[in-house]
């Protein structure tokens, strides 16, 4: 066989076979993605399936799923952020504390930055544990985690479940916890004050972030975790 005979017939194999693989290609079905979680009527959506941690990114391994409940362990806790950045938004959750358990929900956070500095932490915390007697007054669960100070008292026994809804207005942030709101800041003021540790607060001044769950080494379950974004429905603007 002659070059320019072999030549044709590796061409003619090569059309073939870019024929075939096209073929298939075009076969294949297409993995659409999921559609995103629909909202209730009072327009909140889930960011947390009840099943898996699908929609969430970080130290996944930190945590497990039981029985539709999002469960920080205790021997390898560490932060998980959701994939989505949030602006201004209504999110509701619920807490259930073990003994002295610590955590946290960081609010507009940048992804894999330490909420309480870089984003804002909103304390989840046992506070009535003996080894928290020194605690300031801006450390209390439902504070903004050194900067704002919350109405105590309002933190169920532990073993019991704890809503909490945090709003994210513009430069608003509201805390309820149990229905009591304990928390009602405005952050332009806060930040012309000065935060109450007397820090640097950079994430104050954030428009937009993640949604955090902040785990301190401590067993600390979370269920129903929905956010309402306000600018989609023309609020906070």
Same mark, same amino acid.
């Given at each position: 066989m002659n070059r320019s005979v072999l030549l044709a017939f590796v061409c003619v194999l090569a059309l073939g076979a870019g024929s075939a693989l096209f073929a298939a290609e075009a076969a294949a079905p297409k +993995? #659409?993605?999921?559609?995103?979680? %629909?909202?209730?009527e009072e327009g909140f959506a889930p960011i947390f399936n009840g099943k898996d941690l699908t929609g969430w990114v970080g130290l996944t391994d930190g945590y497990k /799923?039981? $029985?539709?409940?999002?469960?920080?362990?205790?021997? +390898? @806790?560490g932060n998980i952020y959701t994939e989505k950045d949030y602006a201004d938004f209504v999110l509701r959750v619920e807490f259930k504390l073990t003994p002295g358990a610590n955590n946290g929900v960081g609010i507009r956070t940048p992804n894999g930055k330490q909420a309480s500095v870089y984003g804002m932490e909103i304390q989840v915390l046992d506070d009535t544990a003996p080894q928290y007697k @020194?605690? %300031?007054?801006?450390?209390?669960c439902g504070a903004i985690? $050194?900067?704002?100070?919350? #109405?105590?008292?309002?933190? %169920?026994? /532990?073993?019991e479940w704890n809503a909490c809804e945090i709003t994210a207005n513009g430069r608003k942030v509201t805390v309820k916890l $149990?229905? @009591? +709101?304990? /928390?009602d800041a405005d952050l332009?003021?806060?930040v012309a004050a000065g935060p109450?540790?007397?820090?640097?607060?950079p994430g104050l001044k954030n428009k937009t972030g993640?949604? @955090?769950?902040?785990?301190? $080494?401590s067993l600390v379950e979370f269920r129903n975790l929905r956010v309402k974004e306000l600018k989609a429905n023309g609020a906070g603007k």
């Open positions: +993995t #659409e993605a999921a559609p995103p979680p %629909k909202a209730d /799923v039981e $029985n539709g409940r999002l469960v920080c362990l205790k021997e +390898t @806790a @020194a605690l %300031k007054p801006y450390q209390f985690y $050194n900067c704002v100070a919350p #109405e105590q008292g309002r933190l %169920k026994p /532990v073993g $149990n229905g @009591a +709101t304990v /928390v332009d003021k806060v109450a540790d007397g820090k640097d607060h993640r949604i @955090a769950i902040l785990g301190h $080494n």
